[in-house]
Antibody, heavy 120, light 108 residues
Framework: EVQLVESGGGLVQPGGSLRLSCAAS????????MNWVRQAPGKGLEWVSY????????YYADSVKGRFTISRDNAKNSLYLQMNSLRAEDTAVYYC?????????????WGQGTLVTVSS | EIVLTQSPGTLSLSPGERATLSCRAS???????LAWYQQKPGQAPRLLIY???SRATGIPDRFSGSGSGTDFTLTISRLEPEDFAVYYC?????????FGQGTKVEIK
């Protein structure tokens, strides 16, 4: 069974840092591009970042560019999101999502998410 | 960046009725790279439709997608109780993936 399990969320002060992890299982992680998508409380979905299977291509949403860094460790079947200079508006549930190989850009499946709260 | 606008914001319908959800793009979505997701409270989104009209594995055939260019539609032919949820469209024709703001389908 394909599984994505996020961890690392929590309460952090404005200006602080946090590192999210996504543990993948049930598929050949190194063959798939991955993404982070977030959802502020009571709001819609916002794409955050993309990383290709080999880490050769990376994209960010303008809202996090220069503050967030996506990375992966294919040997550990893990995806990461390093978040620095956090702001109140970064408060959200953060989901990792796998992209389909035959339909790049389609997110399937998604993890259950980890909540990040930025507050003093 | 391609902006997606979904309408209506909320759709109030009864089980058994037909639901028609709209997603309009600010510019043409290349190769119909448009997907639809369903999200229920407290759950992660689930893929329903990709390529504008292809159903994902395990999705019932009462869900259908159509459209091209800038106008796309998700249709649920007969609403089942489990279909009441929020639906999002997403474009993946550019490096910057974007989502619509969502349409909530609620029980009337």
């Amino acid at each position: 069974e394909v599984q994505l399990v996020e961890s690392g969320g929590g309460l952090v002060q404005p200006g602080g840092s946090l590192r999210l992890s996504c543990a993948a299982s049930g598929f050949t992680f190194s063959s798939y591009s991955m993404n982070w998508v977030r959802q502020a409380p009571g709001k819609g979905l916002e794409w955050v970042s993309y990383i290709s299977s080999s880490s050769s291509t990376i994209y960010y949403a303008d809202s996090v560019k220069g503050r967030f860094t996506i990375s992966r460790d294919n040997a550990k079947n893990s995806l990461y999101l390093q978040m620095n200079s956090l702001r109140a508006e970064d408060t959200a549930v953060y989901y990792c999502a796998r992209e389909r190989i035959a339909a790049a850009g389609v997110f399937d499946p998604w993890g259950q998410g980890t909540l990040v709260t930025v507050s003093s | 960046e391609i902006v997606l606008t979904q309408s209506p914001g909320t759709l109030s319908l009864s089980p058994g009725e037909r639901a028609t959800l709209s997603c309009r793009a600010s510019q043409s979505v290349s190769s119909s790279y448009l997907a639809w997701y369903q999200q229920k409270p407290g759950q992660a989104p689930r893929l329903l439709i990709y390529g504008a009209s292809s159903r994902a594995t395990g999705i019932p055939d009462r869900f259908s997608g159509s459209g091209s260019g800038t106008d796309f539609t998700l249709t649920i032919s007969r609403l089942e109780p489990e279909d009441f949820a929020v639906y999002y469209c997403q474009q993946y024709g550019s490096s910057t993936r974007t989502f619509g703001q969502g349409t909530k389908v609620e029980i009337k």
